[in-house]
């Protein structure tokens, strides 16, 4: 069973930053993937971003080059670093892993941006 406990969502401005934490309840560095994605009403979950316990990252087009993804083993912690947020991207954002073949989520984090 693995926890995954988000962080970080508030209301900021656009052009603000904002950085998303995922605590997880084990190593880290023992999950295959971990990704962020997020959601707004009507909408299905989209994938964000995902980064692989080689460290290898990939990222959704609308936010390549403003948001960054990483981890530190140490804290068993997944981050989502977004810089020059725009009002689209105003969504509750869920942490995911997927460990072994089981799957986990987070409760999720609101990010709100607006004037």
């Known amino acids: 069973q693995v926890q995954l406990v988000e962080s970080g969502g508030a209301l900021v401005q656009p052009g603000g930053s904002l950085n998303l934490s995922c605590a997880a309840s084990i190593k880290i560095d023992t999950i295959n993937h971990m990704r962020w994605y997020r959601q707004t009403p009507g909408k299905q979950r989209e994938l964000v971003a995902t980064?692989?316990?080689?460290?290898?990252?990939y990222y959704d087009d609308s936010v390549k080059g403003r948001f960054t993804i990483s981890g530190d083993n140490a804290k068993n912690t997944v981050y989502l670093q977004m810089n020059s947020l725009k009002p689209e991207d105003t969504a509750v954002y869920y942490c995911?892993?997927?460990?072994?073949?089981?799957?986990?989520w987070g409760k999720g984090t609101l990010v709100t941006v607006s004037s």
């Open positions: 980064i692989t316990s080689s460290g290898y990252t």
């Open positions: 995911f892993a997927g460990w072994n073949v089981l799957e986990y």
